[in-house]
């Protein structure tokens, strides 16, 4: 081949005969080709090299940005303060001279339990030796003076402050006749006497106590153990005794009022559930009934699946032989994917995991707390936690000018329907087992705002001779609602152009109670309009039933092996009003139709239909007491009739409720005398002293003969016409349980709640004044086109700062207390 031969590229044959040593069948394949190939080759080999270190470079250089920027921004958030600066002022140590309104002292407990150990005809022992058959002490609490008394000594017209004095229950049970017994103990911190405030009251309507709680525990877990173990086993998978992760227990009872039982006893049916993560949605179709009269406990009946035995041995009998059906539910498998546990699962959402948003309080806090005593805006008011009923607020002032002398929580009931006997004889008022106990370790963050103050609060208990303090019971915050107070927005030249608005920012007070299954919000809400709201919501686990055909008209099923039975929950408060004075009237106001001639319209006998309203005055208690009817629409009017605006209209207060419910049981039939408030949505009774609350802590047992009788508050008729008027409100709601129920109730739909509204109380809305308020028009009149004013009346919005840091995580690793119950049953000793 001749040298000058030009180099040419291998045709499509050519590059397919190309054999491994570089020539080709047919033609010549030279070294130079091999060369400018491999050339080419180290060529590429290069330029992705340089390729690579530019992308290294860039990634590095943006990086170096990247750490720069997040460097500045730390920098830069370093300069930012943390919110707070001129704030109110926060002391909630217990005070050294209690209010008229604050629970019992540690000083106070001292004094009072040494007078009740000293006192030979009471003839009391210590916690250490409680027992049915011995007299000890149930709970002492504050008991609240005279309200006359009261009344002199706050608008000082007397400086002689009322006796502190302690209400103390005490159990009998070593008498001849055992009965419960109430004294009222002082005067405190030294007491010197005591009085008899009620006696003689059943001893068979006193609450399950811890003694004998345990007590008939071990004697019913011992019997069914040694009696049908292998039936629990077959039929539950597990074991009441020595079971390792697969016990069943015996944890939630349903007593038995002798208005349904139609005998003088007391009895108790004790459920059996699965221990798992929550045994309350794991409820099985077996139960005991006790009768726990006194010391000495028996079973009196028993049921498994659908069918009734007189004990445990007639059951086993009955089993072994085959004349019942037996069941068979399976133990749960119980890891993080439990249908009831509240673990974190699903599809995980926001997928970036973005924090949520917080509140902050940017120039500190705008209420102020002394002891138990709140200060915000124009609002005053004192609040305490009661050992039986639960939160409570007294002398509510707006401008210095009470409007209500007492607000709070009387009673928390639940009213159960179902085929087996422990939903069919379930209707709980939890009194039963005193409900200000029931509120412990409130969690910043999520029950409250990080930014609240959270306050302990004390009781004095069956089991100690000294006030037992839990942390985090209540919470005082103010928040932006989101929803603003008022607005309006006037956009066209035609009706004059502005905007004026005003964030919703309110003060609340909360607490949280957790009733075995479920939990109770329990708000006070304080605006600057001068409304108050009293808000009740529940959440938590439904009451689950083990699930049979025969419970489907009581209940849906929700689960494989559980049905959610129809339940009523029902709360009772109190509120006495005093608006512009103890001299009240009340009145409503009456909407009705009313038809006039239509002179309009070209027939003669034309008429228009009109709404009306006309005052109608309540002038004695039977009259007042409010059954709510859509057909008769109307306000509710509390005032004083000697003050009046500049036009003649009583300075009033409006009760507004928003969570009516009725009671549908028959009155006077089973438990429902016991809860005889329930009858009303509002009853509004005269002022006495003797008339403190609607409900009790006997009330689930005592339906025959209420110790607390509210039906009687209504029945004498006292007048009401310019007296000391207290309304006695409830509210409600029918709750049928569905799957989103599990595995806990969610909270939206789920409140109820009322208003105290002034009603021509005002010249104008008092939050006018605020400096909350927004207002943006034109600096010239109807032109926006020259410029705009915005309007603030608060400290400038730009200045930054960081929220504080919530340290409760840490907290709560040293002291698990806050939250948790341990060593002997929680709490703190003071």
């Given at each position: 081949?001749d040298?000058n031969?030009e180099d040419?590229?291998l045709?499509?044959?050519?590059?397919n005969?190309?054999?491994?040593?570089?020539s080709?069948?047919?033609?010549?394949?030279t070294?130079?080709?091999?060369?400018?190939?491999?050339n080419r080759?180290?060529?590429?080999?290069?330029?992705?090299?340089?390729?690579?270190?530019?992308v290294?470079?860039?990634i590095?250089l943006?990086?170096l940005?990247?750490?720069?920027v997040v460097?500045n921004?730390?920098?830069?958030e370093?300069?930012v303060?943390?919110?707070?600066?001129?704030t109110?002022v926060?002391?909630?140590?217990?005070?050294?001279?209690?209010?008229?309104?604050?629970?019992l002292t540690?000083?106070?407990?001292?004094?009072?339990t040494?007078y009740l150990?000293n006192?030979?005809?009471?003839?009391?022992?210590?916690?250490s030796e409680?027992k049915v058959?011995?007299?000890?002490m149930?709970?002492?609490?504050l008991?609240?003076?005279n309200?006359?008394?009261?009344?002199?000594y706050?608008?000082?017209?007397?400086?002689?402050k009322?006796?502190?004095?302690?209400k103390v229950?005490?159990?009998r049970?070593?008498e001849?006749e055992?009965?419960?017994?109430?004294?009222v103990?002082s005067?405190?911190p030294?007491p010197?006497q005591?009085?008899?405030?009620r006696?003689k009251?059943?001893?068979?309507?006193r609450?399950?106590?811890?003694?004998?709680?345990?007590?008939?525990?071990f004697?019913?877990?011992?019997?069914?153990?040694?009696?049908?173990?292998?039936l629990?086993?077959e039929?539950?998978?597990g074991?009441?005794?020595?079971?390792?992760d697969?016990?069943l227990?015996f944890r939630y009872?349903t007593p038995?009022?002798?208005?349904?039982?139609?005998?003088?006893?007391?009895?108790?049916?004790?459920?059996l559930?699965?221990?798992?993560?929550?045994?309350?949605?794991?409820?099985l179709?077996f139960a005991?009934?006790?009768?726990?009269d006194?010391?000495?406990?028996?079973?009196?009946?028993?049921w498994?699946n659908?069918?009734?035995?007189?004990?445990l041995?007639?059951?086993?009998?009955q089993y072994?032989s085959?004349?019942?059906?037996?069941?068979?539910v399976?133990?749960p498998?119980?890891d993080d994917?439990?249908?009831?546990?509240?673990t974190?699962?699903?599809?995980a959402f926001p997928?970036?995991?973005q924090?949520p948003?917080?509140?902050v309080e940017p120039d500190?806090?705008?209420?102020?707390?002394?002891?138990?005593?709140v200060t915000?805006?124009?609002?005053?008011?004192d609040?305490?936690m009661?050992?039986?009923?639960?939160?409570?607020v007294?002398?509510?002032r707006y401008?210095?000018?009470?409007i209500?002398?007492?607000l709070?929580?009387q009673?928390?009931a639940?009213?159960y329907?179902?085929?087996?006997?422990t939903?069919?004889?379930?209707n709980?008022?939890?009194?039963?087992g005193?409900i200000?106990?029931?509120?412990?370790?409130l969690?910043?963050g999520?029950d409250?705002p990080?930014?609240?103050?959270f306050?302990p609060?004390?009781?004095?208990?069956?089991?100690s001779?000294?006030?037992?303090?839990f942390?985090?019971?209540?919470?005082?915050?103010e928040q932006?609602?989101?929803?603003p107070?008022r607005?309006?927005?006037s956009?066209?030249s035609?009706?004059?152009i502005?905007?004026?608005?005003?964030?919703?920012?309110v003060?609340?007070?909360?607490?949280?109670v957790?009733?075995?299954n479920?939990?109770y919000?329990l708000?006070?809400i304080f605006?600057?309009?001068?409304?108050?709201?009293?808000?009740?919501?529940?959440?938590?686990?439904i009451?689950?039933?083990?699930f049979?055909?025969?419970?489907?008209?009581?209940?849906p099923q929700?689960?494989?092996?559980?049905a959610?039975?129809?339940?009523?929950?029902?709360f009772?408060?109190?509120?006495?009003l005093?608006?512009?004075?103890?001299?009240?009237?009340?009145?409503t106001?009456?909407i009705s139709?009313?038809?006039?001639?239509?002179?309009?319209n070209?027939d003669?006998?034309?008429?228009?239909?009109?709404?009306?309203y006309?005052?109608?005055?309540?002038?004695f208690?039977k009259?007042?007491?409010?059954?709510?009817?859509?057909?008769?629409p109307k306000?509710?009017?509390f005032y004083?009739?000697?003050?009046?605006?500049?036009?003649?209209?009583p300075?009033?207060y409006?009760?507004?409720?928003?969570g009516i419910?009725?009671?549908i049981?028959?009155?006077n039939?089973?438990n429902e005398?016991?809860?005889?408030?329930?009858?009303?949505?509002m009853?509004?009774?005269?002022h006495s002293?003797?008339?403190?609350?609607s409900s009790?802590?006997?009330?689930?047992?005592d339906a025959e003969?209420?110790?607390?009788?509210?039906q009687?508050?209504?029945?004498?008729n006292?007048?009401l016409?310019?007296e000391?008027?207290?309304a006695?409100?409830?509210?409600?709601?029918?709750h049928?349980p569905?799957?989103?129920?599990?595995?806990?109730t969610?909270?939206?739909g789920?409140?109820?709640?009322?208003?105290l509204l002034?009603?021509n109380?005002?010249?104008?809305?008092p939050s006018?004044?605020?400096?909350?308020?927004v207002?943006i028009?034109?600096?010239t009149?109807?032109?926006a086109?020259v410029?705009?004013n915005f309007i603030r009346?608060s400290k400038p919005?730009y200045k930054?700062?960081?929220?504080?840091k919530n340290?409760y995580?840490?907290?709560l690793?040293?002291n698990?207390g806050?939250?948790f119950?341990?060593?002997?049953?929680g709490?703190?000793?003071i």
């Amino acid at each position: 081949m001749d040298e000058n031969t030009e180099d040419k590229p291998l045709n499509r044959e050519e590059q397919n005969n190309v054999q491994e040593n570089g020539s080709h069948v047919k033609g010549e394949y030279t070294n130079k080709d091999v060369t400018n190939k491999k050339n080419r080759w180290k060529i590429g080999i290069w330029q992705l090299v340089i390729i690579v270190l530019v992308v290294v470079c860039v990634i590095l250089l943006i990086t170096l940005i990247s750490v720069a920027v997040v460097k500045n921004k730390e920098l830069e958030e370093s300069k930012v303060p943390t919110c707070g600066g001129h704030t109110g002022v926060i002391d909630i140590s217990e005070q050294s001279e209690p209010s008229v309104f604050s629970d019992l002292t540690a000083a106070e407990v001292k004094g009072l339990t040494e007078y009740l150990y000293n006192n030979k005809e009471l003839n009391l022992v210590r916690p250490s030796e409680a027992k049915v058959n011995k007299n000890y002490m149930f709970l002492a609490e504050l008991y609240l003076p005279n309200k006359k008394d009261a009344v002199a000594y706050l608008d000082g017209d007397t400086v002689s402050k009322p006796v502190r004095q302690a209400k103390v229950v005490l159990f009998r049970g070593n008498e001849t006749e055992p009965e419960i017994q109430e004294i009222v103990v002082s005067p405190l911190p030294n007491p010197a006497q005591f009085t008899v405030l009620r006696e003689k009251i059943p001893f068979t309507h006193r609450p399950v106590t811890g003694p004998e709680l345990g007590a008939v525990l071990f004697m019913i877990t011992a019997q069914a153990h040694d009696k049908i173990s292998d039936l629990l086993s077959e039929s539950f998978g597990g074991k009441v005794w020595e079971c390792g992760d697969r016990c069943l227990v015996f944890r939630y009872i349903t007593p038995v009022s002798s208005a349904l039982s139609g005998e003088k006893k007391r009895l108790i049916w004790f459920w059996l559930s699965q221990d798992a993560e929550l045994y309350i949605l794991h409820p099985l179709d077996f139960a005991i009934l006790v009768e726990m009269d006194g010391p000495n406990y028996k079973i009196v009946n028993v049921w498994y699946n659908g069918h009734a035995a007189d004990s445990l041995e007639t059951l086993k009998r009955q089993y072994d032989s085959g004349t019942i059906d037996k069941q068979r539910v399976p133990f749960p498998q119980t890891d993080d994917t439990l249908f009831s546990k509240m673990t974190r699962r699903g599809p995980a959402f926001p997928e970036s995991g973005q924090r949520p948003p917080v509140q902050v309080e940017p120039d500190g806090k705008r209420y102020s707390i002394k002891g138990r005593q709140v200060t915000y805006m124009n609002w005053r008011f004192d609040f305490r936690m009661s050992t039986s009923m639960g939160p409570q607020v007294y002398d509510i002032r707006y401008q210095n000018k009470r409007i209500v002398y007492e607000l709070g929580l009387q009673e928390i009931a639940v009213f159960y329907s179902g085929h087996k006997p422990t939903m069919m004889f379930a209707n709980f008022f939890d009194s039963v087992g005193l409900i200000g106990p029931q509120g412990k370790g409130l969690v910043p963050g999520v029950d409250c705002p990080a930014h609240a103050t959270f306050l302990p609060s004390s009781h004095l208990l069956e089991g100690s001779d000294k006030l037992i303090s839990f942390e985090n019971v209540l919470c005082v915050f103010e928040q932006d609602t989101g929803m603003p107070i008022r607005r309006h927005h006037s956009y066209s030249s035609y009706h004059g152009i502005f905007y004026e608005g005003m964030p919703g920012h309110v003060l609340t007070l909360r607490t949280m109670v957790t009733v075995a299954n479920y939990d109770y919000i329990l708000d006070f809400i304080f605006y600057q309009n001068g409304a108050i709201e009293t808000k009740a919501v529940s959440t938590g686990y439904i009451l689950a039933n083990a699930f049979t055909e025969k419970e489907k008209d009581f209940g849906p099923q929700v689960h494989k092996y559980i049905a959610g039975n129809l339940h009523h929950h029902l709360f009772s408060f109190k509120a006495d009003l005093d608006i512009n004075g103890i001299k009240n009237r009340y009145d409503t106001m009456d909407i009705s139709t009313t038809q006039v001639p239509n002179q309009f319209n070209p027939d003669p006998n034309a008429k228009i239909t009109m709404a009306k309203y006309a005052r109608n005055q309540k002038a004695f208690e039977k009259a007042a007491a409010y059954k709510f009817n859509f057909d008769t629409p109307k306000y509710h009017i509390f005032y004083n009739n000697l003050v009046n605006n500049n036009y003649g209209n009583p300075k009033s207060y409006r009760v507004l409720m928003k969570g009516i419910s009725k009671q549908i049981l028959p009155e006077n039939e089973g438990n429902e005398p016991a809860g005889a408030w329930s009858r009303y949505q509002m009853a509004v009774t005269k002022h006495s002293d003797k008339e403190r609350t609607s409900s009790s802590l006997y009330a689930i047992f005592d339906a025959e003969k209420p110790v607390v009788d509210f039906q009687s508050y209504i029945d004498n008729n006292d007048t009401l016409t310019d007296e000391d008027l207290v309304a006695w409100i409830s509210l409600g709601i029918q709750h049928i349980p569905h799957t989103e129920d599990l595995p806990v109730t969610h909270t939206p739909g789920m409140d109820l709640s009322f208003f105290l509204l002034p009603y021509n109380y005002f010249p104008e809305d008092p939050s006018m004044a605020s400096r909350d308020s927004v207002r943006i028009e034109p600096k010239t009149k109807n032109n926006a086109n020259v410029g705009i004013n915005f309007i603030r009346h608060s400290k400038p919005r730009y200045k930054r700062c960081l929220p504080k840091k919530n340290m409760y995580q840490e907290l709560l690793q040293k002291n698990p207390g806050i939250l948790f119950e341990y060593g002997s049953g929680g709490g703190t000793a003071i």
